[in-house]
C-alpha cells in the first residue's frame, strides 16, 4: 500500500466530509476537499480547512465541485489531476442531502433534487475518474450509504429511496469492478448529530400533511424524538466514528476490506442482519450463474 495517498472527498464542508478529510490529512495522505461555491456560501469553510491544515503542515487541498454538474465535475477533475500527475488513489463520495417527510408532500422536482445530489452525484464523480483507475489497474471507490439503504424508517421514504439506489449501484459496481483491481466499499451510517439535521430539507407541497391527520403527528412526535435524541451530547453516535471507519477502509489491503461497513451503535444491529443475509443470498446467485470470480463478500 501507498505510504502517502492522492484522496478525493466530496461534500466535505461539515459534517462526515470535513471530520473526515482532516483524519484522512492527519495521516500524511493528500486530501483533495471538495465542496461547492468555495467563493460564497462556503468560502468560510474552506478557509477554515485550509488554515486547520497549514497550521498542522498537513495537505488539504479545497477544490470547487458540484456534484450535480457535469460541468463542474468536468472542472475539478481536470484540477485534481494537474496537481497529481494523472493519478488518483480514493475516491470517496459523501456529498448528500437529508430530509423527511410524507412523500405526497415532495413535488417531483424535490425527488429530481434528490437523487440528482444522493444518487447521480456519486456517479458522475465516479464516471469522471473510472478511466484514471481503470488506467492504473487500482484505486477504491467509497460509497457512503446509510443504514436507510438497507432498512425503512416511516417518512423516511424519498431519502431512503435514494440510499437503497447507492447501495444497488453500489454493489454491481463492485462486481464490474473488481476483475480490474479496483474496489468498491460502502459506508452505512446510522443517525448521527450532525448539520444534517438543521440542513434538512423542506417539501415543495409541506401544506398536504395537513391532510394526513394522524399520520402527521406520528410523524411530527417521531422527528421531535429524533432531534432531542441527536441533541444529547451523551448520543451514542459520534460523527468521529464515521470518519475513523472510512480511515480504516483506506488503511486495510486491497482484498481484505468489506463490501459494507456499518457505523451505527443505536440500531442493535439491524443493518448488520440485512447485510449478513444479502450476502449470503448474493453468494448463491453468483454461483448459481457460474460467477464466482466475482464474489466481494468479506
Not at 208 to 220: F, V
Not at 275 to 282: E, F, I, L, R, Y
Amino acid at each position: 500500500m501507498k505510504t502517502q495517498q492522492k484522496i478525493l472527498i466530496t461534500g466535505a464542508s461539515s459534517g462526515f466530509g470535513f471530520l473526515t478529510a482532516k483524519a484522512i490529512a492527519e495521516k500524511g495522505h493528500i486530501v483533495f476537499a471538495t465542496m461547492r461555491d468555495t467563493e460564497g456560501r462556503n468560502r468560510a469553510k474552506k478557509e477554515d480547512i485550509i488554515n486547520w491544515a497549514k497550521e498542522r503542515l498537513l495537505d488539504i487541498r479545497v477544490v470547487d465541485l458540484d456534484v450535480t454538474s457535469d460541468l463542474s465535475v468536468e472542472s475539478a477533475k481536470k484540477e485534481i489531476l494537474l496537481q497529481t500527475d494523472g493519478a488518483i488513489d480514493v475516491i470517496i463520495n459523501n456529498a448528500g442531502i437529508y430530509g423527511g417527510g410524507i412523500q405526497e408532500t415532495f413535488t417531483i422536482e424535490d425527488y429530481k433534487m434528490f437523487f440528482d445530489v444522493n444518487v447521480f452525484g456519486g456517479v458522475r464523480v465516479n464516471n469522471a475518474f473510472l478511466p484514471v483507475l481503470r488506467a492504473q489497474g487500482d484505486g477504491l471507490i467509497i460509497q457512503i450509504s446509510s443504514t436507510l439503504g438497507r432498512t425503512i424508517i416511516p417518512f423516511g421514504g424519498v431519502y431512503g429511496a435514494t440510499k437503497w439506489a447507492v447501495e444497488a449501484l453500489s454493489e454491481n459496481l463492485a462486481y464490474e469492478l473488481k476483475p480490474l483491481g479496483i474496489e468498491v466499499a460502502i459506508v452505512q451510517p446510522g443517525p448521527f448529530p450532525t448539520e444534517i439535521f438543521q440542513k434538512s430539507f423542506t417539501p415543495g407541497n409541506i401544506s398536504l400533511s395537513e391532510n394526513y391527520g394522524k399520520s402527521t403527528e406520528i410523524m411530527i412526535a417521531l422527528f421531535d424524538g429524533i432531534k432531542l435524541m441527536m441533541s444529547d451530547e451523551n448520543v451514542p453516535n459520534k460523527p468521529q466514528d464515521v470518519a475513523d471507519a472510512i480511515l480504516n477502509l483506506i488503511n486495510l489491503p486491497q482484498g481484505k476490506r468489506p463490501l459494507r461497513t456499518v457505523v451505527d451503535k443505536m440500531m442493535s444491529g439491524t443493518a448488520e442482519i440485512i447485510n449478513d443475509t444479502s450476502n449470503k443470498v448474493q453468494d448463491g446467485i453468483l454461483q448459481n450463474f457460474g460467477l464466482n470470480e466475482l464474489n466481494i463478500y468479506n
